[in-house]
């Protein structure tokens, strides 16, 4: 049975880089595609990007310049960095597997989320 | 943000149907399929339904999907009380080159 477990919540300042990670159980990276999610409280889901098991990534162009997705296949994790936050990045951030890329296939496992709260 | 429209809420008694849309654009729903996730109060988001109308093993057959155009929508009939939940429509956006989330419904069970 496939797993996602992500760590608990954090607080980063603002500027700071966001590190996230979302171990992988019961499953292999190869043949998916591994995605971040975001959600602020309250608000809409908003896709961050996607890797696949070679590597290659797709991101949301609104946070392209911000965002690193890298798999880390030694430690079975994936792994999520978004440089200079600010308040608008709180949000909880979700790991989720696609049997495909986002293009073409849905969302089948998902991590249980991380709240992410910037705050000085 | 989102570029799907849902209606914030929704409410049924128990059994009764509830539907839910999802608008967009010829270039989400017009040309990709829809996904559907139920995400239960202070949980995860889940798939629901996929390509438009299937379920994946272990949805209930209470829960349909349809597409028309640039829109979609979700059926509940029966509904029960742990249907109360958040319902998310998504579809890939060619424009934005991005996978796109609707607004999000929530349902009531009153």
């Known amino acids: 049975q496939v797993q996602l477990q992500q760590r608990g919540a954090g607080l980063w300042k603002p500027s700071e880089t966001l590190s996230l990670t979302c171990a992988l159980y019961?499953?292999?990276?190869?043949?998916?595609?591994w995605t971040w999610i975001r959600q602020p409280p309250g608000k809409a889901l908003e896709w961050i990007g996607e890797i696949n098991h070679t590597g290659r990534t797709n991101y949301n162009r609104s946070l392209r310049s911000r965002a690193s997705i890298s798999l880390d296949r030694s430690k079975n994790q994936l792994s999520l960095n978004l440089n200079s936050v600010t308040a608008a990045d709180t949000a909880f951030y979700y790991c989720?597997?696609?049997?495909?890329?986002?293009?073409?296939?849905?969302?089948?496992?998902w991590g249980q989320g991380t709240l992410v709260t910037v705050s000085s | 943000q989102s570029v799907l429209t849902q209606p914030p809420s929704a409410s049924g008694t128990p059994g009764q149907r509830v539907t839910i849309s999802c608008s967009g654009s010829s270039s989400n729903i017009g040309r990709s399929t829809v996904n559907w996730y139920q995400q239960l109060p202070g949980t995860a988001p889940k798939l629901l339904i996929y390509s438009n109308n299937q379920r994946p093993s272990g949805v209930p057959d209470r829960f349909s999907g349809s597409k028309s155009g640039t829109s979609a929508s979700l059926a509940i009939s029966g509904l029960q009380s742990e249907d109360e939940a958040d319902y998310h429509c998504?579809?890939?956006?060619?424009?934005?080159?991005?996978?796109?989330f609707g607004t999000g419904t929530k349902v009531t069970v009153l």
């Open positions: 019961g499953g292999s990276f190869s043949g998916y595609w």
């Open positions: 989720a597997r696609g049997s495909g890329s986002s293009l073409v296939s849905p969302l089948d496992y």
């Open positions: 998504a579809a890939w956006d060619d424009s934005l080159s991005a996978y796109v």
